[in-house]
């Protein structure tokens, strides 16, 4: 009886086992991810395709298996289906395709509606039109059968499949990182986890523990989850609980792959969403949001796509420059440490702390102001460039602060800088920082404090930068320069005595300028036009000609009359009588415009008023002032100066050339170079230490309209001397406070009698 009964439990548990093979070896054979007929090859720029509808389950098994499978070495990292619509092909994706689209480590495709068609704006864009399927809103069948194409058609082809809307940014070469650093082996469904907001809580249909990725920031979905997906779409479809696209592709993720969104902190600042809706990212973009994140959402408009695209290529150019200084330090420390003389190092070293010691310089102190010492204003408002000079500098030292924030399972937030210190040696930038920082650990037990820390940061400046550039025909490229002429006979005197010294008696010039002179009548025309025809007649037709100006003085009629007397492919130069010019500033005018490319707009030296710079003497004159003395004290940069340009006739007439409108002095400058930052046109600026402009007197006409007038009283203020020696100039004359203390007496002295007769008129109509 025991020898039976032991042989029925060894048959019985020989047979659970051969059960358990089977059943597993059956479950193996339905897994999807195994599947192997189906469609390859490359996507054609339009497809149309039949997806599910099918009431027979071979047609349904058939439209969800995959390509032939391929050895995982060869797949490639990512496929991106972006969802967007036929009214917005010829913008929007468009602009996507323009700017992140280009840069995908992988492909892209666009699925619309089945009536779509490649735009002819873009002939190039990667469209799938989806049979069966409109525009309608929710786009949730367009959402699903989209994922069904990809699985179809690329699922063994690649490891990573995004979900996208045509709003959406990505900044692919961090989300390339972000990708490589996971195993795509695994299910997983990554995005920035929602569970609906307040009003529709309860209305999702979803449990405590459940939730979805938002579809608005980008979905990440492994090949296996969309392996285990795809299969069952149909049914998804067919259960529809909510309007909502990502809710329901959330929910299908859960029952049929198993797994949820991932629950990360960090995901909200990684695949960000703007709540402004419309409004987002159409500001200022330098914020520690559009820094920190891989994916921007929403970016409605295209302009702001562009333009979006244009400030994080400009990061990477910052990147990889910084990343350059650090190679070239890395290669002086160690030619430094492979210096065979130790005496010179000595020698060396003791020089530099020498130098250093003398460089301490001084602290300026930042707060809400800032209080400087080497400053004619001591206290002043924190000014543009310094305000995100501090933020760049914060936000740089938070993200490395935080590099590892997610091994440590902690963050650290910069709320606030309270106040701080800087410094500027030869060396570098010198600063201290109080920071009120927040500290948030989110692994164990949670923790969230507020501290306040110390920063202690030095930014050497970088070195020199020059390059060797071959002779080419640049070099030997004609300037043609254009001179409009009212008057001003020292001015003109001074002028061409400097032209013809730099460009017609210097053999290295010869051939190489041409002088347009524009002359109106006044009452030193006719010595004018003396002087310019003994040019004419020593050095030729050719290289000097007077052209006379049209009706009254315009400066932006007079340059754009000498302009039609040009070829295309001439390079002009718009230059007045009070500009001084070398043979160098001419070099940089042939290598700094390019034609078609680029015009060059140089920061002319303007010096101030002789009479007050010459240290008080009044009868200080030009000539004992030289013209390469750029300093604080003798003159400023005119930054704000567009004037003074170098362009060709061709890209002069691109920009839509002068507003011939714009009547007397000023204005016209400002709108040209207007319509230049506007155009596609590069702009080259930079201070050219060859080009000076000659005090004189500036006398504003009345007539003038209200913004020219104003401009021009500006500029004549600015002519006066730099603050530091107007404010050394009152505080040894007290008599102009005075002076302006009258006057402010008599001002409110008027206004009080001008609010008494008032008074007086209005009582009697009271009464």
């Not at 030997?476 to 730099?502: C, D, K, Q, W």
């Not at 004419?536 to 009629?557: C, H, L, N, T």
Request: hydrophobic letters at 35%; one cysteine or more.
């Amino acid at each position: 009886m025991r020898k039976k009964r032991r042989n029925s439990l060894s048959s019985a548990a020989l047979g659970l086992a051969a059960g358990l093979l089977i059943g597993l070896l059956v479950l193996q054979q339905r897994q999807p991810t195994n599947v192997s007929a189906g469609l390859s090859g490359d996507a054609p720029s339009t497809l149309h395709y039949y997806a599910g509808g099918s009431s027979s389950s071979s047609s349904s098994n058939e439209a969800n298996k995959g390509p032939p499978d391929m050895d995982a070495r060869d797949r490639e990292l990512l496929y991106v289906g972006v969802m967007t619509a036929e009214k917005y092909l010829a913008s929007r994706a468009k602009a996507v395709l323009e700017t992140w689209g280009s840069d995908v480590p992988g492909r892209i495709g666009f699925y619309s509606s089945e009536t779509s068609k490649v735009p002819s704006e873009c002939p190039a864009l990667p469209l799938i039109a989806l049979p069966r399927v409109d525009d309608s809103y929710p786009p949730q069948k367009k959402s699903f059968l989209m994922l069904q194409h990809m699985w179809q058609k690329y699922g063994n082809r690649y490891e990573w499949f995004l979900r996208a809307d045509d709003d959406l940014y990505v900044r692919t070469d961090r989300l390339e990182r972000l990708l490589r650093s996971v195993d795509s082996r695994r299910a997983l469904y990554v995005g920035q986890a929602g569970r609906g907001n307040s009003e529709e809580f309860g209305l999702l249909s979803l449990e405590y523990d459940e939730n979805f990725c938002m579809g608005g920031p980008g979905v990440l979905i492994s090949r296996e989850t969309l392996a285990r997906l795809v299969p069952h779409i149909k049914y998804c479809l067919a259960n529809l609980y909510t309007t909502h696209e990502d809710v329901e592709l959330g929910r299908c993720v859960r029952k049929f792959a198993g797994i949820s969104c991932t629950w990360s902190y960090e995901m909200q600042s990684i695949l960000y969403h703007n709540s402004s809706g419309s409004l987002a990212f159409t500001g200022r973009l330098k914020s520690r949001e559009v820094h920190r994140a891989i994916s921007l959402h929403p970016v409605k408009s295209p302009p702001h796509m562009y333009r979006l695209h244009n400030y994080m290529r400009g990061l990477k150019i910052q990147d990889l420059q910084q990343k350059k200084v650090d190679l070239r330090r890395d290669i002086e420390k160690m030619q430094t440490s492979l210096a065979a003389d130790s005496t010179n190092r000595k020698t060396e070293l003791a020089t530099r702390k020498k130098a250093e010691r003398k460089e301490t310089g001084h602290w300026d102190f930042i707060s809400r102001s800032e209080y400087s010492l080497s400053d004619a204003n001591p206290r002043r408002r924190l000014h543009s460039d310094l305000r995100e000079g501090l933020e760049d500098l914060t936000r740089e030292v938070m993200a490395s602060i935080n590099a590892c924030s997610r091994q440590r399972g902690r963050f650290v937030e910069e709320r606030q800088a309270l106040y701080g210190y800087r410094r500027r040696t030869g060396k570098g930038v010198d600063t201290v920082l109080d920071l009120l920082l927040i500290y948030k650990k989110y692994r164990g037990r949670k923790v969230t404090l507020p501290v306040r820390r110390h920063l202690y940061l030095h930014q050497t400046f970088t070195e020199m930068e020059w390059r060797d550039v071959p002779t080419s025909e640049l070099d030997h490229e004609v300037v043609h320069f254009l001179v409009p002429v009212a008057g001003r006979l020292e001015a003109m005197i001074r002028f061409l005595n400097n032209y013809e010294r730099v460009c017609l008696r210097d053999p290295r010039q010869a051939d190489l300028t041409v002088l347009i002179v524009i002359l109106y009548p006044s009452g030193e025309a006719d010595l004018q036009r003396a002087m310019l025809e003994q040019l004419i007649e020593e050095y030729g037709q050719e290289r000097v000609r007077v052209v006379p100006g049209k009706d009254g003085f315009s400066r932006a009629r007079a340059l754009d009359q000498a302009a039609k007397l040009l070829g295309p492919q001439d390079l002009m130069f718009f230059i007045d009588v009070d500009i001084s010019f070398d043979s160098e500033s001419l070099e940089r005018i042939r290598r700094n415009t390019l034609r078609g490319q680029r015009m060059y707009y140089p920061v002319v030296f303007s010096q101030y008023d002789p009479s007050v710079v010459g240290a008080g003497n009044e009868t200080s004159s030009l000539s004992s002032i030289r013209h390469t003395d750029f300093n604080d004290r003798l003159g400023f940069w005119r930054v704000f100066g567009f004037g003074i340009a170098a362009m060709y006739r061709q890209d002069y007439e691109a920009v839509g050339g002068f507003d011939l409108s714009i009547e007397g002095w000023g204005k016209e400058d400002v709108d040209l170079f207007d319509r230049t930052v506007k155009s596609d046109m590069e702009i080259f600026r930079g201070a050219d230490s060859g080009l000076v402009h000659i005090y004189h007197g500036v006398s504003c006409d009345k007539a003038l309209k209200l913004h020219q007038l104003s401009m021009c009283k500006g500029t004549r203020a600015d002519t006066y001397a730099s603050t530091a020696q107007l404010a050394e100039i009152i505080y040894r004359n007290p008599v102009y406070l005075d002076f302006a203390k009258a006057r402010r007496d008599e001002a409110q002295a008027r206004a009080n009698a001008n609010a008494s007769v008032a008074s007086a008129a209005i009582a009697p109509a009271a009464a």
